[in-house]
């Protein structure tokens, strides 16, 4: 489906929004336990009762290092960083890293090639997201362990695209989701039980954030990101993530009444204009 990609990225980029929301009401990890939770059961009535055919050995190992990268690192490395204090415009730029590193690692993991085109499009994507991150926030840290985090978080992101890509086979939906936030969860909850006081003020407002996470960021988002990556080139996929901090900034200013500055707008449409060229050039 041609339209998956951009329906992809907005989707996820609407996450922003829903922590954003959701986050007065309890803590960074303490909400990823509550999403975790009720995507896991949401999906085993639905497993028990199709019964849909699971993967072999490998294919289960693979989904559960998979739910440790992405469901537990990357995301709880990135609650972690903003609760330390690295502004969102910083943690924004340094995750748009992503698509630069998995176009220099994947030749020699995943074995595709970044032709020069689609190099020059990454490059003016990236330029994009520091005008964007410029025009609206300051890249701050109010503490190295933000700053730290961040990194984890940026690495955690590159490598499940690279092994997603070299190992990922097709599985169905229900059961690899299932598998993924079930090892995210059992991962995440004595972090969150250390760490946190692990309070929750039940609202409109923290239900509204913890739905849109469970049904469209956790099933819907991470089902087209997985099927992405094991269809197409790494990096042609990664530099979606480009999209992300600008079309977030547009999400907040339009459900949240952010300002966004005019250079955040110039800068969108400079990543616009990469990731179409990105993925144009990896393309061929």
């Known amino acids: 489906m041609k339209a998956a990609p951009w329906l992809f990225v907005l989707l996820w980029s609407g996450g922003f929004t829903a922590v954003a929301i959701a986050l007065p009401y309890t803590e960074p990890l303490t909400l990823q336990v509550l999403r975790y939770a009720a995507v896991v059961l949401l999906l085993?009535?639905?497993?028990?009762?199709l019964r849909p055919a699971w993967p072999n050995a490998r294919g289960l190992r693979h989904l559960a290092r998979m739910g440790l990268v992405i469901q537990f690192s990357y995301f709880a490395c990135t609650n972690l960083a903003l609760s330390w204090g690295i502004s969102p415009g910083g943690l924004a730029l340094i995750v748009a890293l992503q698509p630069i590193l998995v176009a220099l690692l994947s030749a020699r993991v995943t074995g595709d090639v970044v032709p020069r085109a689609a190099w020059a499009g990454l490059l003016i994507a990236f330029c994009g997201v520091a005008l964007v991150v410029v025009s609206g926030s300051a890249v701050a840290a109010r503490d190295w362990p933000g700053l730290v985090f961040a990194v984890i978080s940026l690495g955690a992101m590159t490598t499940g695209a690279l092994l997603e890509r070299r190992d990922g086979a097709p599985c169905h939906p229900l059961v690899s989701n299932l598998v993924l936030y079930a090892v995210g969860l059992a991962a995440?909850?004595?972090v969150a039980w250390a760490l946190e006081e692990m309070r929750v003020v039940w609202s409109a407002d923290l239900a509204w954030g913890l739905g849109y996470l469970v049904l469209v960021n956790s099933l819907i988002s991470m089902t087209l990101l997985l099927a992405m990556l094991r269809a197409g080139e790494a990096a042609r996929v990664s530099a979606l993530f480009f999209l992300v901090p600008p079309l977030a900034a547009l999400l907040g200013w339009v459900v949240?009444?952010?300002e966004v500055a005019p250079l955040a707008w110039l800068g969108t449409a400079i990543v616009a204009l990469g990731v179409i060229l990105a993925r144009?050039?990896?393309?061929?």
């Open 44 to 49: 085993l009535p639905p497993v028990l009762l």
């Open 188 to 190: 995440t909850l004595p």
């Open 256 to 258: 949240l009444g952010r």
């Open 280 to 284: 144009r050039g990896a393309g061929k």
